[in-house]
């Protein structure tokens, strides 16, 4: 199976990271193949700026995590302009996107899923690869029940699988009871959509 949802280590090793490039890949271009998304949108060479702007990238590379405290405040200011400056570094001449932090009632009643949701999980969380660890991932899709989930980290866990969401035709590769969004940060949910 050739693998089209851009795995946790490809590039570097930042579960953050690949979730906002992961967004991106699932609003522009979700049946390329990895090596033909990284040549067509030159990913080497926007993560490497990507990289320049994180704060604290020495914590994305020794696995500490993203160093964004998740508190309101000052840390969630910065939070905020770094998903809306690493979007300003994906966008193409053609498309655009918009980022906006949405609250954590907003993403439970969430329906529509032409745009797509950066979020994070705590460790009590529960999808159906993994549990016990805090973990950015993106909401591609959503069913009575269950979202439909582009993670980093899934393909970890073997037997690994790409599906696609019939309603939004996005891929995922993981999914989550729509019960487990009582163990997510209300601040760190982010909607992601392009504006053309």
């Known amino acids: 199976m050739q693998l089209k949802i851009l795995p ?3 590039l570097d090793g930042a579960c953050l990271l690949y979730a906002m490039v992961n967004a991106s890949k699932s609003l522009l271009a979700p049946d390329l193949g990895l090596f033909a998304y990284v040549g067509r949108y030159r990913m080497h060479e926007r993560w490497k700026r990507i990289i320049s702007i994180t704060p604290s990238p020495v914590n994305y ?4 995590g993203s160093g964004l405290t998740l508190k309101p405040g000052v840390e969630q ?21 918009r980022v906006r932090r949405i609250s954590g009632s907003t993403f439970r009643n969430k329906s529509d899923y032409s745009s797509v949701v950066v979020f994070a999980v705590k460790q009590e969380a529960q999808t159906a690869c993994f549990s016990g660890a805090d973990h950015w991932m993106v909401a591609v899709g959503r069913e009575a029940d269950a979202l439909f989930l ?4 899934a393909h970890h866990f073997l037997p690994y699988q790409e599906e696609r969401d019939p309603a939004t035709g996005h891929l995922y590769n993981n999914s989550m009871a729509v019960a487990q969004l009582q163990h997510i940060y209300d601040e760190a949910i982010y909607q992601v959509e392009i504006i053309r």
């Open 8 to 10: 946790q280590g490809w």
């Open 77 to 97: 200011q910065v939070t905020d302009a770094f998903f809306e400056h690493v979007f300003a570094l994906l966008n193409t001449h053609r498309q655009r996107f």
């Open 150 to 153: 582009a993670c980093s980290g």
């Open 61 to 64: 590379l020794d696995r500490t």
